[in-house]
């Protein structure tokens, strides 16, 4: 029994003939576009199309005519910059950023020079059982945000707080941590005691990312280990700091979970406390979804222009730095 002859590698038609050049470079360029279209789609559907449509609602309002009753009479119609004048305007959204300036300029500072201190302690060579201290620092970070909140929110409350029976047995004083100025504390205590363990472990890597040589140097020169950690850890990982740094602004000016789960605990925290809760106030509370989009694109803004100022002024000092 005889076989087809098989034609040769090359021939139009031929079985398993290789493709042109031409064919596998165009294969090779759409490679790339082909791995990265499931994430394209994803973002386009998921965040720049719900961005999209916030910026179009913020354009709109509802326009009521007559008593608002029957068909037609509820009209959407364009608004033009009216719902971003009325925010700009809006007392309570001024005020809510306020209280969030006050609220990150104690959550910002605290929380980081606590982690850059754990990552100096857990870099230095006489630390034992780093793995664990590394892990137990880190794991309330891993711990829900509303779940933090509703535990620290059993701690600050009088009747049922361990602590406030500790004190009143001790005969001290037992300050109302839900009230007044101390409540600034008392919500940034629970983000400074979720967000250190994540900052600490952004700076400990880049500490661990230091050439060991570098130490050695400096120990031959008979620098001492505070001198090693104030000018040469802590310059070497600036990069690492301003990166916290500006994850800790974006965090800060989205604050939301820690003062809605302790609303309900106290009368100090209104439902406009934060400026995304005034946002989220107007839309499913009022039902003016229109001001409310307008006011999260301002957030929105102001997020990306203190975040980038801040950005390129740290890129402006390092390029000077770099020039001497």
């Given at each position: 029994m005889t076989t087809a002859r098989r034609r040769p590698y090359g021939v139009k038609g031929a079985p398993y003939a290789l493709p042109s050049p031409a064919t596998t470079l165009k294969r090779a360029r759409s490679?790339?576009?082909?791995?990265?279209?499931?994430?394209?789609?994803?973002?386009?559907?998921?965040?720049?199309?719900?961005?999209?449509?916030?910026?179009?609602?913020?354009?709109?309002?509802?326009?009521?005519?007559?008593?608002g009753l029957g068909a037609g009479a509820?009209?959407?119609?364009?608004?033009?910059?009216?719902?971003?004048?009325?925010?700009?305007?809006?007392?309570?959204?001024?005020?809510?950023?306020?209280?969030?300036?006050?609220?990150?300029?104690?959550?910002?500072?605290?929380?980081?020079?606590?982690?850059?201190?754990?990552?100096?302690?857990?870099?230095?060579?006489?630390?034992?059982?780093?793995?664990?201290?590394?892990?137990?620092?880190?794991?309330?970070?891993?711990?829900?945000?509303?779940?933090?909140?509703?535990?620290?929110?059993?701690?600050?409350?009088?009747?049922?707080?361990?602590?406030?029976?500790?004190?009143?047995?001790?005969?001290?004083?037992?300050?109302?941590?839900?009230?007044?100025?101390?409540?600034?504390?008392?919500?940034?205590?629970?983000?400074?005691?979720?967000?250190?363990?994540?900052?600490?472990?952004?700076?400990?890597t880049a500490l661990r990312a230091i050439p060991a040589e570098v130490y050695e140097a400096a120990k031959l020169d008979g620098a001492t280990p505070l001198q090693v950690a104030l000018k040469i850890k802590i310059p070497m990982v600036a990069p690492s700091l301003v990166l916290t740094f500006f994850f800790s602004i974006i965090a800060t000016l989205q604050v939301f979970n820690e003062p809605t789960t302790l609303k309900p605990l106290t009368n100090s925290v209104s439902t406009t406390w934060s400026p995304l809760m005034k946002v989220y106030q107007d839309a499913f509370g009022k039902g003016d979804i229109h001001a409310a989009a307008a006011q999260a694109v301002i957030i929105a803004l102001a997020t990306l222009v203190l975040s980038f100022g801040f950005l390129r002024a740290a890129n402006r000092r390092q390029k000077q730095e770099t020039a001497r």
């Open positions: 490679a790339p576009y082909l791995f990265l279209l499931p994430a394209t789609v994803l973002f386009l559907l998921f965040f720049a199309l719900p961005i999209g449509y916030a910026v179009y609602l913020s354009f709109r309002k509802v326009q009521v005519s007559g008593l509820r009209t959407e119609v364009w608004a033009g910059l009216q719902n971003y004048t009325d925010a700009l305007g809006d007392s309570e959204l001024v005020a809510g950023a306020l209280r969030v300036l006050g609220y990150g300029c104690i959550v910002v500072p605290v929380m980081l020079g606590l982690a850059l201190v754990f990552a100096l302690m857990l870099d230095s060579d006489k630390v034992r059982l780093t793995p664990f201290t590394r892990l137990a620092i880190f794991l309330p970070y891993a711990i829900p945000g509303v779940v933090a909140a509703l535990l620290w929110g059993f701690l600050y409350l009088p009747d049922v707080s361990p602590f406030y029976f500790v004190l009143d047995r001790l005969g001290m004083p037992q300050p109302d941590l839900l009230d007044g100025g101390p409540l600034y504390l008392a919500l940034s205590n629970i983000a400074v005691w979720g967000g250190t363990g994540f900052n600490m472990i952004v700076i400990y």
